[in-house]
């Protein structure tokens, strides 16, 4: 899987944001929540232009949900009612993502993804806004911080399995030494004893020639004796 490039993707409905000549509705509260995400330095994915369509909208938008951290979904009437959305949400849902639901309104989830949200945490956002956004961030940040210690641990958990599989190998290597040493030193212990077992028999076969030859000299000798 790609490397996280933002924080953050927003999946929001373009109704919130910009009027029917595509100008930006003023003082809307998808441009509040990202303004809010930029002061505290939180990087985003936002479809700013909408100018994907169809195949080539569909990979953009995977690619961004994959290589964003956490889902921020932006509950509105007209998001509740779109099938972008929705698919967005469902493949957040599929990549595990984190998923933050904003309820900018008490609009109905969308049915296709009720079941994926309905349960989860969301930001109350109807009722005060400036509290809601101030809660989505310290939300993005509380997640953030978990995400870096938990790559830190996963880090530093690296890090000692490649130390013991190390040590395990330098264990493994110093043993099959010693084993070779041993090794060797049999071998050698072997072929000295060969050699004692090869002189030894020099040896007897020398003795039996002496032997042989003393009778001889005996024999020699009983001959002068009786000469």
Same mark, same amino acid.
């Given at each position: ?11 929001? /409905? ?60 932006? /509950? ?19 990549? $595990? ?17 009720? &079941?994926?949200?309905?349960? &989860? ?19 993005? $940040? ?22 013991? +599989? ?17 090794? $060797? ?6 072929? *000295? ?6 002189? $030894?028999?020099?040896? *007897? ?11 001889? +000299? +005996? ?7 009786? +000469?």
């Amino acid at each position: 899987m790609e490397q996280p490039k933002y924080d953050v993707f927003i999946s929001y /409905s373009r109704k919130d944001y910009v009027d029917e000549h595509k100008n930006v509705i003023p003082g809307n509260e998808v441009s509040k929540i990202k303004e809010a995400m930029v002061e505290a330095g939180i990087t985003y994915w936002f479809d700013e232009e909408g100018i994907y369509h169809g195949d080539e909208f569909a990979k953009v938008i995977a690619k961004s949900i994959k290589t964003s951290k956490i889902f921020v979904f932006l /509950s509105t009437i007209n998001s509740n009612q779109s099938e972008w959305t929705a698919n967005e949400i469902s493949t957040a849902h599929m990549l $595990k993502k984190k998923i933050i639901p904003v309820r900018i309104d008490d609009s109905v989830y969308h049915d296709d993804v009720i &079941l994926y949200i309905s349960r &989860l945490s969301h930001i109350d956002y109807c009722d005060n806004p400036e509290k809601g956004r101030i809660e989505l961030v310290r939300s993005i $940040k509380a997640y953030l911080s978990e995400e870096e210690i938990a790559e830190e641990q996963k880090i530093a958990d690296e890090k000692r399995r490649q130390e013991e +599989l190390e040590r395990q190998r330098k264990q493994q290597e110093d043993e099959k030494k010693r084993l070779e040493k041993i090794a $060797k030193m049999e071998s050698e212990i072997a072929a *000295l004893e060969a050699l004692r077992v090869d002189r $030894k028999k020099i040896v *007897l076969q020398k003795e039996q020639e002496l032997k042989l030859v003393q009778v001889d +000299l +005996l024999a020699c000798e009983d001959r002068i004796v009786k +000469l």
